[in-house]
């Protein structure tokens, strides 16, 4: 990625792993949208995630990362 790219604004570091299993065109996809607010790919997954939980009703607590 590019240094054009910002820094998350959450100090926290997250040690966790996830892996999924997803369609060959999903990646670029996340680099294109991830590219267009300025984020890492990590960082626009990280907080779709978590929009999404909380759209669904799911809160995460603090010591969570969030």
């Known amino acids: 990625m590019t240094e054009a790219l910002r820094k998350s604004d959450d100090s926290t570091r ?24 300025l984020m890492t790919a990590s960082e ?11 759209a669904d009703g799911i809160q995460i607590s603090q010591d969570a990362g969030t």
Do not use: K, Q
């Open 44 to 54: 626009y997954v990280r907080r779709s995630v978590i929009d999404r939980l909380r």
């Open 14 to 37: 997250f040690t966790d792993l996830i892996r999924v299993r997803c369609p060959p065109a999903l990646p670029v996809a996340i680099d294109t949208a991830a590219a267009r607010h």
